[in-house]
């Protein structure tokens, strides 16, 4: 079934809706979550937030052409919450490694307007992605936005692993270099 027919059922409210949204994309949304949580029963309830966050929105939302996507952030933010809830205080060494890193070129060091800043920041980063190499793109994603190893991200695109980690450096030096061009406070 295609994306357009899934959200048709959403829109139905068809409780098929989710059947078949599990079907197609359940294995690369527990993928994320794992990714994120380390662990599989956490990355299953995650999945199932998503699922009931996109039951929720769609409608008003109707996601054409980005239902993967607007599912993998569903599923994503799901699981960076529960990483937050089950350790406060000592939050996953992945994450942890995976801030750090993009911090480098994105941290302003300000809490306040986080919510705000984080939108634009959001904007440019996307803008900032459209310019890049199809490679380059994936990369990037992958590492940073879907939380996959550096060693997986090279397997999986047949990369070294010191070519991944030189595209990731480079990548990070481009972003920040652009986004002072484009005014953010770095």
């Not at 994120?36 to 996601?63: H, M």
């Not at 060494?93 to 070129?105: H, K, N, P, R, Y």
């Not at 940073?144 to 010191?162: F, G």
Request: with cysteine.
């Amino acid at each position: 079934m295609d994306d357009k027919e899934i959200i048709g059922l959403y829109l139905a409210r068809d409780e098929k809706a989710i059947a078949e949204t599990s079907s197609k994309y359940g294995a690369y949304l527990k993928t994320v979550a794992l990714n994120v949580t380390g662990d599989e029963e956490d990355a299953e309830e995650c999945v199932s937030d998503a699922y009931l966050q996109a039951w929720n929105s769609i409608p008003p939302d109707q996601p054409y052409g980005y239902l993967k996507l607007y599912l993998s952030s569903f599923v994503r933010h799901a699981a960076l919450d529960k990483c937050r809830k089950q350790s406060a205080d000592k939050r996953s060494a992945v994450i942890t490694g995976i801030t750090e890193e993009l911090s480098q070129c994105v941290s302003n060091g300000r809490d306040a307007q986080a919510e705000l800043e984080a939108k634009e920041l959001g904007k440019l980063i996307n803008a900032f992605l459209k310019k890049q190499k199809p490679l380059y793109q994936a990369v990037f994603i992958r590492r940073y936005y879907q939380t996959e190893s550096v060693e997986y991200i090279s397997k999986k695109l047949n990369l070294s692993q010191s070519k991944t980690k030189s595209i990731l450096f480079r990548m990070r030096n481009k972003l920040k270099e652009y986004l002072e061009k484009e005014g953010y406070d770095i």
